[in-house]
């Protein structure tokens, strides 16, 4: 008995080893039910136009059948329809799987509201939910929150009225903008929720909603519109445009501020499907139907997956069924056929939901270029990336459809070279997709052109020869911008071009500069021979080409203007060759040089003496060269001179010479050593790539902080420092509004960005006042202690220091709260004195003496003093007339002149020969160079006068003065106060222009 038992336990045990090791295929098939309310999702797509577009039209279909456009409430949606801000947030939160979260949130907010003043129009209190979901998922601002919120009218005309006077106050807000040249950002707008959305903004609650990791490569910057995105969408337009989902319009651009269609947002949302299918359950499940098994109570459908699992789908008709999304619509299961291959959307109750034909039991979806067709035969030839070839039948009912064009053509508008995706069943083409220029397939390839014929373009890249075949839709265009057509004739050997190529094919040709497409060619001159009839030049791309002229048939010489002799032409000179056949007839040349301010990336020295040879330049955040360095090429340093081996890498530097392109003929390179601090600003800013835009601006000026009523802007330098609450940045940071610090410094008489601290929260404080103690790390100013730490900087002796000030000190600062950021010493400030009289003495280089002088009071007009005014000057002295600057030598020639001397008290710091404004206007200036609340001084009466008539000011023959009491070229901004002095013979009030001698800015 026991013997049995023992091998009764054993079978049992053996049984249960082996069915461990069952196969999948011999398992079970995984088994699918259906849903009851199919009849309602074939119902949703009925309101639909579809679209012609593939993409666009299965991307409505999936969005409509899934009850995603329900709260719209339309009863008919037409592809170009536009969306509002509050349908657009609709959809997108529904198809994130929210729209439970929006309901409950719209009953709560209606149910506390006051009897009689419910909302009796269900969409404004349910888009009313959506907004309130959307502020809690952190997709809309609080501002914009709070704008929408407060734009409740119960009745739908009043809310109609309430939007069209919103969008008019943002049209105002934007072209008030532009006409006084400022820039303006979403922010400052109002938001309105029933006011159109747009590409932009879509972009942006997309990215939110669905959490998508944020791209920051900036793509968006190659289209021709760029400047139209607003900083805040940038990072989500480039995310969208980096993953496919955003394209430009046919036209090539990105129109990021135009209205949004429901055929773009279902474009969008369609190629972000695997986030959709997350955020709402679902799981989706490519399958191939094998068998169909049809009962009298109900149809079976077994499917296999790509994974070789079976899989056996239950429906019971007329109860219990799945929509199937074709390219024609949405159908019942019972259009399906053995052999299609449909993507299947499963619930997290096992039940198929939707299917969408994937394709047709027997078809093949190919993507390549066509390289043969014949319309008389029906037939095309694609060959695919990798080489393959497929000759195929075009069906008489094949639908050809244009992407580009966005309309239905004909196999004979077809082109060899076109990209498409057809859809083929055995040979026959049943579909074919034309696909854009901007398909994400397409590959850039820029370099100079070696060869171009009829049918085949060669171009040189890093060095490497590229031919790709030319077709008769290869589009020619001017710097990416599909709607600037050009010609092949417009492209020829030498120039510098971009081709989007696929599959051996140049798409598009486009310029990369502004080029000549006549029988021209520019650079830089080299040499030229007269007896061996030859010129050599430097071209555009750096390469030395010689050129042939005919003695006989003459050569002609235009330099700088004026006709000339060849023998006049000199190394370095910027010339352009004009050409007959093969001869040069004209050279047109420019002596010009030109001045650059560069920062050395890199430099190439001799292997032995280790001279520099050649340099590579970054200009404005270019890289050039490399340039060769001759050795009578002029190094100063320190204001000294210096020789090549100063050169070192990451120095910036002024070059002068003669630029062309890749080549450059080098004369003089002097060396920035010390960058002296220029300003100190607090204001709001807003990076747009390497641009930074300031407004709300104040400027430490005269000891304190001034506010200036103009925005500024400047270009970012690859040395700039930012600090972002405390931690300093590898790269320019995205600043939004930030509130920051901007010291800028003097390299070589240009405002450049040094230093920029920023606050994504809060704001920076300014103080002043005398240092009582320091201590490790810290420093008590105005009572106030705060931190000194590696972050912090004082000004000193004109440069930036990490030094601690001293007790005693007494200083400017500005602080975030918690750390000092900047600080400055005071300095002893006294405004230049500006006088007027005649020159009765000079001494070369020692002093003038004046006799009979008058003084400027801003309060009292001008002040006669009978005394004598004895002041130094030397070279130093600038001497200035209506022409402009002149040497210190013709001050020698002012004896028994009437001349202007702006003067500390014992140094002449300006000498100003032009005539004597007796009369002084003041005011403040306003836009368009109106001269706002104008009043005079009469010299006479001693008394200020109004003047009521407007005045515009004529600076064109005026000295300017700014507040230090430099000749400067900047004209008068809007809101800086100035005093005019004006002479008689110019002076009247009835005119509406008033034309000054002299222009004092913020005296």
Not at 77 to 92: C, V, Y
Not at 528 to 542: K, T, W
Not at 636 to 663: E, N, P, R
Not at 727 to 749: A, C, G, Y
Request: proline letters at 3%; hydrophobic letters at 35%.
């Amino acid at each position: 008995m026991r013997r049995k038992n023992s091998f009764l336990s054993l079978l049992i045990i053996l049984v249960f080893a082996l069915s461990l090791f069952t196969p999948a295929w011999a398992q079970q098939a995984i088994e699918y039910t259906t849903v009851a309310d199919y009849s309602k999702m074939i119902k949703n797509t009925k309101i639909l136009q579809l679209p012609q577009n593939p993409v666009s039209k299965k991307g409505l279909l999936f969005l409509a059948a899934l009850g995603f456009l329900n709260s719209t409430n339309k009863e008919n949606i037409k592809p170009s329809d536009i969306l509002t801000k509050e349908e657009a947030l609709s959809i997108i939160l529904n198809s994130a799987g929210k729209q439970q979260d929006a309901f409950l949130r719209a009953e709560k907010l209606e149910s506390k509201r006051v009897s009689g003043t419910k909302l009796v129009v269900p969409y404004n209190y349910l888009y009313l939910g959506y907004i309130q979901l959307a502020y809690d998922l952190k997709v809309m601002s609080k501002k914009e929150y709070q704008d929408t919120m407060s734009q409740v009218q119960p009745s739908q005309k009043d809310h109609e009225k309430m939007t069209d006077d919103l969008i008019k106050k943002n049209n105002e807000i934007v072209s008030r903008a532009i006409y006084e040249g400022r820039p303006y950002s979403y922010d400052d707008l109002i938001f309105v929720r029933s006011a159109p959305a747009t590409r932009q903004e879509v972009a942006r609650w997309v990215v939110l909603t669905f959490k998508i990791p944020q791209s920051y490569e900036n793509l968006a910057k190659t289209y021709p519109d760029y400047d139209k995105i607003d900083s805040k969408f940038l990072s989500s337009i480039n995310t969208l445009l980096k993953n496919g989902s955003l394209i430009g319009r046919t036209d090539g651009y990105l129109h990021p501020d135009d209205y949004i269609t429901y055929e773009e947002l279902s474009f969008i949302l369609y190629n972000l499907k695997d986030y959709i299918v997350k955020a709402n359950n679902l799981k989706e499940v490519p399958a191939e139907l094998k068998n169909i098994q049809r009962y009298s109570d109900k149809t079976v459908y077994n499917f296999e997956d790509d994974n070789g699992n079976d899989i056996e789908i239950t429906t019971i008709p007329g109860k219990q069924d799945f929509v199937v999304l074709t390219d024609s619509g949405a159908v019942l299961s019972s259009s399906l056929q053995q052999g299609d291959y449909i993507d299947l959307y499963v619930n997290d109750k096992g039940q198929v939901v939707l299917g969408e034909v994937l394709s047709k039991a027997g078809t093949v979806t190919l993507k390549g270029v066509i390289t043969k067709i014949d319309v008389k035969k029906n037939t095309i030839q694609i060959k695919l990336p990798d080489g393959k070839a497929y000759d195929l039948l075009v069906s008489p009912k094949a639908t050809i459809y244009d992407t580009r064009a966005s309309k239905a053509v004909n196999l004979s508008d077809l082109s060899v070279g076109n990209i498409v995706t057809v859809v083929a069943k055995k040979n026959r083409a049943d579909n074919i997709e034309v696909l854009s220029y901007q398909d994400q397939d397409i590959s850039r390839v820029e370099g100079i052109i070696s060869q171009i014929s009829n049918d085949r373009i060669v171009i040189n890249s890093n060095g490497k020869l590229m031919s790709f075949l030319l077709s008769p839709d290869t589009a020619y265009i001017d710097k990416g911008d599909f709607t600037r057509g050009l010609t092949k004739n417009d492209f020829y050997q030498g120039m510098k071009v971009l081709v989007g190529e696929y599959s051996g094919f140049a798409q598009y040709i486009s310029t990369t500069y502004d080029e000549r497409a006549e029988d021209i060619v520019g650079g830089i001159l080299y040499e030229i021979d007269i007896n061996l009839s030859y010129i050599e030049i430097y071209n555009q791309d750096g390469v030395r080409k010689s050129y042939r002229f005919s003695k006989k048939m003459g050569l002609k010489v235009m330099k700088d203007g004026k006709t000339t002799s060849p023998d006049s032409l000199s190394k370095g000179d910027i010339v352009y060759l004009y050409f007959n056949g093969d001869f040069v007839r004209s050279i047109t040349a420019s002596s010009n040089l030109q001045p650059k301010i560069a920062k050395i990336e890199d430099i190439q020295r001799n292997p032995i003496t280790k001279i520099p040879e050649k340099i590579y330049l970054n200009i404005n955040g270019r890289v050039y060269g490399p340039y060769e360095l001759s050795s009578d090429v002029e190094v100063i340093k320190s204001s000294s001179k210096g020789s090549l081996k100063d050169l070192a890498q990451g120095q910036y530097v002024k070059v002068t010479g003669s630029f062309f392109g890749a080549s450059a003929n080098i004369k003089k390179i002097e060396i920035s050593t010390n960058d002296y601090v220029k300003n100190i600003y607090i204001a709001k800013a807003t990076t747009i790539g390497d641009i930074l835009y300031l407004s709300d601006i104040s400027i430490l000026r005269n000891n304190q902080f001034e506010r200036l009523y103009d925005y500024k802007t400047f270009k970012i330098p690859s040395d700039a420092l930012f600090i972002v609450d405390g931690m300093k940045q590898k790269s320019i940071p995205i600043l939004q509004n930030f509130s920051v610090v901007v010291i800028t410094k003097d390299r070589f008489s240009q405002e450049t960005v040094d230093t920029v601290f920023a606050l994504s929260k809060g704001w920076f404080s300014q103080l002043q006042g005398e240092v009582t103690n320091v201590k490790s790390g810290t420093i008590t100013l105005s009572g106030e202690q705060l931190n000194f730490n590696q972050n912090s900087y004082l000004v000193a002796n004109g440069l930036l220091s990490n030094t601690a000030p001293k007790v005693g000190d007494e200083i400017i600062a500005v602080s975030d709260g918690k750390n000092l950021v900047v600080a400055k010493y005071k300095e002893a400030v006294s405004k230049p004195i500006i006088v007027r009289g005649e020159v009765s003495e000079i001494s070369e280089l020692e002093y003038i003496k004046l006799k009979n002088f008058v003084y400027l009071d801003k309060q009292n007009g001008w002040q006669f003093v009978s005394t004598p005014l004895v002041l130094s000057y030397d070279t130093q002295t600038i001497y200035c007339d209506v022409y402009g600057i002149n040497n210190p030598k013709d001050i020698l020639g002012l004896i028994n002149k009437s001349v202007y001397i702006i003067h500390d008290g014992k140094y002449a710091m300006s000498i100003i020969d032009a005539s004597f404004g007796g009369y002084i206007v003041v005011g403040t200036m306003g836009k368009n160079g109106q001269v706002l609340n104008p009043q005079y001084h009469d010299m006479v009466t001693k008394t200020w006068n109004k003047i009521n008539a407007s005045l515009v000011l004529d600076p064109a023959n005026a000295i300017l003065i700014n507040s230090s009491g430099d000749i400067t070229s900047q004209l008068p901004q809007y809101g800086d106060e100035v005093i005019l002095l004006v002479p008689q013979t110019s002076f009247n009030i009835s005119k509406n222009v008033i034309e000054p001698s002299i222009v004092i800015i913020n005296y």
